[in-house]
Every structure is written in C-alpha cells, then in structure tokens.
C-alpha cells in the first residue's frame, strides 16, 4: 500500500513562537492539516508525521489520527526521514510520498500525475518541481539530456546553478523499498552539515537506478512560510482563492473588507456576504440570505433567505426564512426554526425556538423548548441556573410572555399563556392562564416635594 510521510519537524524560528511551525493556521486550519487533507484527498490514509520541536504538540493536535516519529536532533530532511524506516519496513510493498509539513497548497493533482510518471518511468524517485521567478532559497534541479541528474541546494550551488528556476518542491514519491536502501547511504559533507534528502536522487542514479522529476504548472504548490510576513501571504492567497471559488458559485460580495472564509464553507447561489463576515469551518449557507455585516458564524447550518446581521453563531442550525440582528448570539445547540425573528440584544443558548415565534429584544433564552408563534416582551430571562444545575424552561404554542417576565427553570408554561409584566413565574402553568405576581401598588403622593424640596424648580 502507498504511503505518506509528512515532515513536520522545524521550529520556524522566525515566527517566534513556541509552536511548531506546522501548526500555524492558513484560514483557520493548521498547514500540517491542509497538507494531510491533500493526501485523504488523494486516497492515502497510511500517514507517519515526524515531529520534532515541541513534538508533543503535534500529538496533541492529530489526537491518535496518524501514526507520529520522534526526530529528537534536527540534521536536516534526509535524517527526519530516516526516523520513520520502522513505519516505512511495516510494509515495503509500494511506493511512499515524502511532503513538507509547512507548505499548504500541496495539491492532490501534483500528487496523482506525479504518482502516474513515477510508476510509468519505473523510479525509485521522482521529485515535484515548479518554475519560480525568484528560486532563492530552494534547492534547484540539475536536468540533462536524458532526466535529470540531481538537485543542489542554495547554499551548495554555483553561480551558474543558481540561475536555474526549477526548484525542488520538497514533495516526493520514492519506491519504498528502494527509500529504506537510499537513505543508508546519505552522507552530511554538504554546506550545511545535514543529511540531505535532495541526495536520494544522485545516489539512485549512480547505482543504476532511474530518478524523475514532475514539473507543476502551479508553483503556489511550493509557497511555505518562514515569517509572520509569509503566513499573512498565504492566508491572503488562500482566502482569495476560496472567495473567487464563491464568487463563481454565485455568491454576491460588494467588497471583500474583513471577509474571512474557511475553506470548507457551503454557500448557496444568490446569496450576500457583507463585510466584516468569518465563516468557520463547518458551516452551510442556503440560497438568497444576506450574512453580515460583521457575523461571525461556526459550525452552523442555516437554511435559505436567512437574514444575519451583526450576529454570532455557534455550533447552531436556522432555518428558513429567519431573520436576526443586529447585535445578537446563538450559542451552541440552538435550533431556530422557520420564520422566526430575533433582535437586538438577545441570547438564545441550547434551545429550541418553534416556527413565526418573535424574540424582539433584550431577552436570554437559555435551555429551553420554546413553541410557536410565541412573543417574548422585551427582557425576559430564562433563569435556568441555580448555581449548581442548569434547568429547562418549556414554553407551549401561541404564549405570550410579558415584558420583564422572569422564568425560573425547570418551568412550564402551558399552550396560549399569558404572563403579565414583570411577572417571576415559579411553578408551571396550564394551557390557556394568565400569570400574574404583583404586589399592591402603593402611590405616596407628593413625596418628591417633600424630598427634594430645595433641588425642584418652582
Ligand atoms: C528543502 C529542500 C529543498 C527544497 C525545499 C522546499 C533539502 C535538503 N532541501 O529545503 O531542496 O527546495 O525544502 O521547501 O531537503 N525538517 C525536519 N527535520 C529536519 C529538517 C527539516 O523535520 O531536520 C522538515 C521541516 O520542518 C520542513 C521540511 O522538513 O517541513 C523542509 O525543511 P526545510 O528546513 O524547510 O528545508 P529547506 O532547507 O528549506
Ligand atoms: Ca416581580
């Protein structure tokens, strides 16, 4: 079976941060995560990571998905490969795709064609390249008349090697059993005192062996990060790339400021997209809504003709034709059901809110079963936590909850109940009453003359 190996173990010291650097995030994912959606994309699920700095980290992050090595000194790539020769002679049948950690925008076309030459040309290696405009840095690919014959590293190469722009990508698929032979014989009298994996190429060639290159027609498969600077780079790529992906699904977007997208976001044709609008992963956007400004949603699926505006959702589902905002939260497990309308100032947190009903203002709705086309006054509160358990509040079909009203969980009120203003409601109520607590309103005539005598205007 083929495999992979990600390398995945530099600091990037420039970031300077104590992470590794294939944990920074491109549009809310880690690079090492993008590079592992490549390979799942591409049908290869026998992964090994090798770690290095702040390995555990990267444990942390991958919770027991794949198979992690421990390279405890870092003595360059050919050495991080050897660290994963035991998950590599598991099965040395096939062939195995080395990638880098840190760079994203590996694609599962690279990997597919390049697989396709590999087996054609009956390698041992086979390196994915691409032209570059400015190859500064990279290690660069020495052709000949008949393949190629190497690839030489910046620090290692002439003036004249230094002005070719084929680079080495860093991604490669080796014959197993032949990567498991080759990396026996690297050797580090190079510049840099490392092991080279770059070498494989030279030494497979010198022992007969044939060695190929597959040049992508999209260099943006190499872009990496070394800075702040160059994360910020690819996270402007990256987000310019899923937008236009929208904005040929028919998505409408007036200006693009403070509109972040992560890259598995659904959105529907006919759809607006204000500014100042983050859309995390997980979620699904129906047709002809209008989201934003300034929402951000997670993990939330919301139905069609939906109407956001300055709202933040989590871990929630909307359904058609609803309409919220300005300036109101869902929290997780909240389900807003058709036709229902939200405004400013409210919370809703692990509830249901049944069809047409009306949250207008100022209101916190929490662990609660809320019916149909009921009314909340403005500032009402689910009491559901009484410091030590949460409760929740039932509220029937058709209710009508007067302003200020204050429900103290657990709680039900039946189908059509009023509660009048002000009302602390404490036990359940039946289907079709009215409740009301009010104390006898007492009113002291004249009692501002007598206390602020001096401060009144005659
Ligand atoms: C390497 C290649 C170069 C190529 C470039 C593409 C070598 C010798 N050179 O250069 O030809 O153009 O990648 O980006 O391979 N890593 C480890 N352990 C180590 C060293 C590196 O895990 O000891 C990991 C890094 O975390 C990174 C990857 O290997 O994910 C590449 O390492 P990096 O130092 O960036 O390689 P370069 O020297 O830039
Ligand atoms: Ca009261």
Redesign the pocket.
Known sequence: MNKVII????QGKRMKADM???LFRVLGEPMLEWVISACEESGLSDICV?K?FMGEMIDEYLGGRYTTVL?A????????VMQAVPFLEKDTDGNTLVL????PFIDPKAISEALEIHTQQNNAVTVITAELENPH???RIIRTDSGISG?V?QKDASDEQKLIRE????AYWFRTADLIGLLGKLECTNA?K?Y????TIAIALAEGKNAGAYKSENPDI?K?ANDRKDLLELNTYARMAVIGKHLENGVEFTCLDGITIERSVEIGAGTEILAGTILRKGTVIGKSCSIGPNCIIENCTIGNDVNLNNVQAYDSRVDDNVKIGPWVQLRPNSHIKSGVKIGDFVEIKNSTIGEQTAVAHLTYVGDSDVGKKVNFGCGTVTVNYDGVVKNRCVIGDNCFIGCNTNLVAPVKLGKAVYTAAGTTITKDVPDYALAIDRGKLAVKENYSLRKLKSKLDK
């Open positions: 390398l995945a173990g530099g590794p650097k294939p090798v290095g390279q000194e870092r003595l360059g790539t050919g050495h991080a880098c950690g840190d760079a840095g990279y290690g690839i590293e680079v080495n990508s860093g840099q490392e080279y994996l770059t070498d190499i990496g």
